[in-house]
């Protein structure tokens, strides 16, 4: 069975920071592309972070350039996203997900190959 993990969500307060990871099992996903989405409360699920399989092309939101930084252990079969400087706003859960391809990775929020649950991160002082 093909499984997506997500860990390391909790609660933290504004300006901390946390560090998720997404563990991938049942198969390699060395030949995906990676990313990391989000979906605050009542909101809809919007795109946060991607990496190449390489590893050598990243994007992301604006509104997390310069705070996030997502990256992939091949070895591990692992993705991450670091978070610093996290604001109210970064409050949501966080789903990690799986793509053959970049560009439908990164140009919408539904449909990709593999999906973690998700992680709950609050942002709250």
């Known amino acids: 069975q093909v499984q997506l993990v997500e860990s390391g969500g909790g609660s933290v307060q504004p300006g901390g920071s946390l560090r998720l990871s997404c563990a991938g099992s049942g198969r390699t996903f060395s030949t995906y592309a990676m990313g990391w989405f989000r979906q605050a409360p009542g909101k809809e699920r919007e795109f946060t972070a991607a990496?190449?399989?390489?590893?050598?092309?990243?994007k992301y939101a604006d509104s997390v350039k310069g705070r996030f930084t997502i990256s992939r252990d091949g070895a591990k079969n692992t993705l991450y996203l670091q978070m610093n400087s996290l604001k109210p706003e970064d409050t949501a859960v966080y789903y990690c997900?799986?793509?053959?391809?970049?560009?439908?990775?990164?140009?919408?929020?539904?449909?990709?190959?593999?999906w973690g649950k998700g992680t709950l991160v609050t942002v709250s002082s």
């Open positions: 990496i190449t399989w390489t590893g050598g092309t990243t």
């Open positions: 997900a799986a793509d053959s391809s970049w560009q439908r990775l990164t140009a919408g929020a539904y449909g990709m190959d593999y």
